[in-house]
């Protein structure tokens, strides 16, 4: 049973069936490369990634190597070893106990054994074959001979009789032998296809799963900056809503003492009147008029003066000092101020149109910022710059980094706005934004919306609430996005390249109508993670 061994050994340890393309890790162990590849993709979170047999671990994801002498193998196991035992087909002859089939004999219609194949005839009319149910199926349903030739104009399998005497008479003929090296060698050339067609789809498959990874790390680190930032900016709100109450304490305690003190010495005073009052009352009460002209005059008790000092003691006394405690809450300010600068570093700067590249039917606004279309030919000098149809470009161009700008486009319905390579051709009719390879852009042709690009479109939603247009541009990433400015903002679609020029913001306007740009160009980097600086 060395087939049944060898099949053992052709099974995933993960499916625990036959391996289907099979890859090899290199520890040296085969998987099937679906059941790999989930293993793969679960363990992505834990930060190293582990052979499922031997559990040899690596930092980065390995790369998957396709078995060819595996994939070989595992392609030609069934016809070359057939299990007999899951296929149910057992001899003939053994009526006792049932005996898995070696070989099937047509002509005899029966399956035999080991034993029994060794004294069955071997004349040339008992066709053997592999173990197999359909008997019937090998024997011509009209002479109950066995199938020798296949005919070509009928597509049929047939014995000697249909050649001779039969409705196939005078067909021409070919030996099944011969018809079936045939049809494999077209079954070979489709495989050949379908074997490049599924190499370039594992490709393009590892491509984007490249691409996912990409972005989850990316999405990682970004979620781990703003972690950071936010834990910082609670951190120094902590601390200073400390140093806030702080201060608060430490006046409320400064007042409190120097009022404590006030109270004490008006308490003493108030003991000194009563003792006076009281003396009054029994010279009031005395029936005696000698002592009570001989007591010495008690002046004036009710002393302005003493009353006024105790007045200013206590406004002296103090109160919170708010302006501190304001000017110390003005940090506030500055932790929202880093915010803007935890992640980025923005630089707003003005994004100009370039007058000597407009249309001769565009007119572009004093501040350079708007351009509309005009009824009356402007006369510009003809240059190898200037576009022939309805556009204009800006004097800024882009070749690296991160930026985004953003143009009112409500007072026109039919504009394009994009951005472009300075190469575009400037006349004919491939020269507008999105009508050739070097430019990309957002078209609105009355309420009809498409993105344009090497004069591809892809349909939008009509009705798009859209007054504002941003356009956001990452250089090294090949990115180039299009937003509108609706509440919440809408993302309408990216496109992603390699550039492989700089890029100019381009706006494209005809019909009534004009559009401005409204917000100038915004660039930014990235700040380390977590600097430890305080804002």
Known sequence: MA???????????????????????????????????????????????????????????PALQRNITLCNIVGSFPSTWPDQEETGIFCTYCVDSPVPAAKSCLLCEASLCDKHLRVHSKSAEHLLCDPTTSLGNRKCSVHKKILEYYCTEDAACICVSCCLIGEHRGHQMESLDEASERKKKKLRNVLQKLTTKRAE??????????????????????????TALFRDIRRQLEHLEKRVL??????E???????????????????????KMRHIEELCNMDD?????????????CDTEDTERHD??????????????????????????????????????????????????????????????????QNHPVTPERFHCDQVISTRRFSSGRH?????????????????????????????????????GLRRDNNQYSMRHDCRCIGLPDNIPCDRVRVYLDYEAGQLSFYVLCD?????????????????????????????VSVGVRSWEKLPCNTGKAI
């Open 312 to 377: 200013t003691q206590v406004r002296g006394a103090g109160d919170l000092d708010v302006g501190l405690i304001s000017g110390t809450l003005h940090t506030l300010s500055d932790i929202i101020t880093g915010i803007n600068t935890g992640i980025y570093v923005q630089e707003a700067t003005d994004l100009l149109l370039d007058v000597t590249t407009a249309a001769n039917n565009i007119q572009i606004s004093g501040d350079k910022k708007t351009a509309s279309r005009s009824g009356i030919i």
């Open 488 to 516: 919440p903002i809408s993302h309408l679609h990216t496109y992603t390249t390699t550039f492989t020029e700089p890029l100019h913001a381009a706006l494209c306007v005809w019909g009534r109508g004009c559009i401005t």
């Open 3 to 61: 087939s049944a061994d060898l099949r053992q050994e052709l099974h995933c340890s993960i499916c625990l069936n036959i391996y289907t393309d099979p890859v090899t890790l290199r520890c040296g162990h085969n998987f099937c490369r679906v059941c790999i590849d989930r293993v793969l993709d679960a363990q992505e979170g834990a930060g190293v990634y582990t052979c499922p047999d031997c559990r040899a671990e690596c930092q980065e994801r």
């Open 253 to 275: 305690q400064r007042v409190s003492l120097s009022v404590s003190d006030l109270i004490q010495q008006l308490e003493i005073k108030t003991d000194e009147l009563s003792g």
């Open 404 to 440: 985004y700008w953003e143009v009112d486009v409500s007072k026109s319905v039919y504009w394009r706005v994009g951005m472009c390579y300075p190469s575009i051709d400037r006349r004919g009719g491939k020269s507008l934004i999105g009508d050739n390879n070097k430019s990309w």
């Open 201 to 226: 789809t594992e490709k393009r498959v590892q491509r984007l799963q490249k691409r996912r990874r990409e972005y989850q790390r990316k999405a990682a680190g970004v979620t781990e900056t703003v």
């Open 246 to 251: 702080s201060e608060i304490s430490r006046q």
């Open 289 to 301: 008029p000698v002592t009570v002209l001989q007591e010495p005059d008690t002046g004036d008790l």
